[in-house]
């Protein structure tokens, strides 16, 4: 077998059309994840007991199976439960369901590194328990869980190569799509391999720089 890049070039539409949808479905799950993990973690911190229990539930049930299975569940058996999706909305929700423990747990962690002794000072001076989330918790969480933040943007950039299964037109499904019509396996996977590079890439780069810049930011301020 001969290596053949025209194999790449011939289909340079289909691939940037599927490498679109992937950097697309990725961006809105992650942003729908972050959001709902946002959330969950508040609930956990601030709830009642009652409210703790089920999300404790949620998140070992989300946690304790594949993707794969949730995705399957959510788009094939969605209908059955009057919820019928297309396959990108599903897709993104997949994404968005899945991520959201990982981030409410990095979150819940980040939350509970703040000094109890802010909050209770906080408490004292008559500022609201929003107030001090949002003022006083998540300015220094954020700082610390910055790192884990963004090693869990990179794994849902990995985990959208699973959406081909429910027919999204992402970069997986393009590619190997143009794989079984020219058996040119090497060269489809390979560029496989390399699409998802830059996207891990841009993520870890824009992490960096992000870092960077709270570093800075938290440098500056008064002690």
């Not at 999300?55 to 299975?69: A, D, G, K, Q, W």
Request: aromatic share 10%; with cysteine; glycine share 10%.
């Amino acid at each position: 077998m001969i290596f053949d890049p025209t194999i790449i070039t011939d289909h340079l539409d289909d691939i940037g059309s599927g490498f679109l949808v992937t950097l697309g479905t990725w961006s809105s799950g992650v942003v729908l994840g972050i959001a709902l993990g946002m959330l969950i973690a508040v609930a956990q911190i601030f709830g009642n007991t009652f409210v703790r229990a089920q999300l404790r539930v949620f998140i070992e049930l989300i946690r304790s199976t594949p993707f794969l299975v949730q995705l399957f569940l959510l788009y094939y058996g969605g209908p059955s439960f009057g919820l019928s999706l297309d396959p990108i909305p599903a897709g993104i929700l997949g994404l968005g369901v899945y991520g959201s423990v990982y981030f409410a747990e990095i979150f819940r962690s980040g939350f509970e590194s703040v000094a109890r002794g802010q909050l209770e000072a906080a408490d004292c001076l008559g500022i609201t328990r929003l107030q001090c989330i949002w003022r006083i918790q998540v300015p220094q969480m954020l700082v610390i869980i910055l790192p884990a933040l963004v090693n869990m943007i990179t794994v849902l950039c990995k985990e959208t190569a699973v959406l081909s299964i429910i027919t999204i037109p992402e970069l997986t499904m393009v590619l190997t799509g143009i794989g079984s019509q020219t058996f040119a396996f090497v060269e489809t996977l390979l560029m496989l391999c390399i699409g998802y590079l830059m996207l891990v890439e841009l993520c870890s780069r824009l992490g960096m720089v992000l870092e960077r810049r709270v570093g800075r930011f938290m440098n500056r301020q008064p002690r």
